[in-house]
């Protein structure tokens, strides 16, 4: 494996394993709310 592959690979492990800021929007939190509500 070159070196650049090796680099693109690390990067996208990276991206893939990372949150943007951590924090849920309003559309996420109110469809996790609806789907929790629908559970119970």
Known sequence: ???W???A?????IAANS???G???DKE????FAWLK???
Request: net charge negative; charged share 30%.
């Open 23 to 25: 924090k849920m929007g």
């Open 38 to 40: 629908s559970k119970g």
């Open 29 to 32: 939190a109110d469809d996790l």
């Open 1 to 3: 494996m070159s070196m």
């Open 9 to 13: 690979a690390v990067e996208g492990y």
């Open 19 to 21: 949150p943007d800021d």
């Open 5 to 7: 592959q090796f680099t």
